[in-house]
């Protein structure tokens, strides 16, 4: 049973994160769009994508919480890793939150940032990522 529930959670961090990196994407070429109806088709296309992958965001998390669950609490006090882990994680669900943010600046056009703000933007979670596998793989402490 913990392997189906390891395999959906894996799945949901794949599914969720696949559309963290494309929101930013959007907000790039959002920034850049110079005629209204390419902002507003943009404005959709943002706005479907953040409630596309908001569930997944909670699927992670409660498949997350199920392992833990599983595994139990002397392996989560044991596991300095994944308190680190969990920071990180922190810093990906607010990453997520201040998406849905820059995403409501730009629905009522009140978007202060450049494109190439946004190209930096769409960079940042990838060394999260790459920290949070690290850690889940290798489980260095």
């Keep these: 049973m913990i392997f189906w529930i390891k395999a959906l959670h894996i799945f949901f961090v794949i599914a969720w994160l696949a559309g963290i990196f494309y929101l930013p994407r959007l907000f790039v070429y959002h920034a850049g769009a110079e005629h209204q109806v390419v902002k507003d088709q943009f404005k959709i296309m943002e706005r479907r994508l ?5 569930p997944f965001a909670i ?3 409660i498949f997350g919480f199920a392992l833990i669950y ?11 890793w994944l308190h680190v882990k969990f920071v990180l994680l922190l810093a990906i669900y607010g990453y997520h939150i201040y998406l849905y943010k820059l995403m409501k600046q730009f629905e009522y056009d009140k978007n202060v940032h450049s494109a190439k703000f946004y190209r930096f933007l769409n960079e940042a979670p990838v060394l999260l990522l790459l920290a949070i596998v690290i850690l889940a793989v290798v489980k260095p402490f």
């Design 70 to 80: 599983m595994y139990g609490l002397a392996w989560l006090k044991a596991s300095a």
């Design 59 to 61: 699927l992670t998390a």
């Design 50 to 54: 953040w409630f596309f992958i908001t």
